[in-house]
């Protein structure tokens, strides 16, 4: 099946750093990813949506200078949070869609953990 | 906009019971696509069924089924003899239909099982 990773899977960071974070699709081309955040106990919020060449479409609230998105290839795209601040503090997860058969079903990675002090 | 709506925070059942959890949405769309995913503790996010709107017939997936009742916006989970392993937050999902890659999910807000050995 659709095999998707991300990485790191937790990260602690210093309040004012930036903080990378990889999602890849690993058997199969994405054309279209999706990031989300989880604080806990609660259900997916959906951050952005990532496509392959193209500028990521934001979700409304969501700052698109503080998280940066890039998906510069087909198997790969990147969250990265500027400026890092405690409130960043959750469970960020990225999830990819397959083009082609099951094209309208997620697949999702396991998780970023990303703790600001 | 889509909404979901999950309507049982928490529910538990002995192990090899049956159980069904609740999912309920409201969309002006004709044809869609319904998910259920599984957040185990580990959080990783797995698919469990999917259902297209435009197909009468209930998904099945081993013990996993659903009750789709499209005229009330209903789609609800049975899992039957069910294992400890399947304790888990469940999250329902709505997705409007393949959009240039833009597919988004609409998440409820989960329902959390617990299987009593």
Redesign the interface.
């Known amino acids: 099946g659709a095999v998707v990773s991300q990485h790191p899977s937790w990260v602690i960071c210093k309040s004012g750093t930036s903080v990378k974070i990889e999602c890849r699709s690993l058997d199969f081309q994405a054309t279209t990813m999706f990031w989300y955040r989880q604080f806990p106990k609660q259900s997916l919020m959906l951050m952005a949506t990532s496509n392959e060449g193209s500028k990521a479409t934001y979700e409304q609230g969501v700052e698109k200078d503080k998280f940066l998105i890039n998906h510069a290839s087909l198997t790969l795209s990147t969250l990265t949070v500027t400026s890092a601040h405690p409130e960043d503090s959750s469970f960020y997860i990225c999830s990819a869609s397959e083009p082609g058969g099951a094209t309208d079903t997620q697949y999702f990675g396991p998780g970023t953990r990303l703790t600001v002090l | 906009a889509q909404t979901v709506t999950q309507s049982q925070p928490e529910m538990s059942v002995q192990e090899a019971e049956t159980v069904t959890l609740s999912c309920t949405y409201d969309t002006s769309e004709s044809n869609y ?1 319904l ?1 259920w ?1 599984k957040q185990p503790p ?6 469990v069924i ?1 259902q297209e709107a435009y197909k009468q017939q209930n998904a099945t997936e081993n013990r996993f089924s659903v009750n789709f009742q499209k005229a009330a916006k209903s789609f609800s989970l049975k899992i039957s003899d069910s294992q400890l392993g399947d304790t888990a937050m469940y ?1 329902c999902a709505f ?1 409007k ?2 959009n240039f ?5 609409t ?4 329902t959390r099982l617990t299987i009593i050995p």
């Open positions: 696509y998910f995913y580990s959080r990783q996010m797995i698919l999917r999250f997705m239909p393949f890659g833009n597919e988004k999910l998440f409820g807000t989960g």
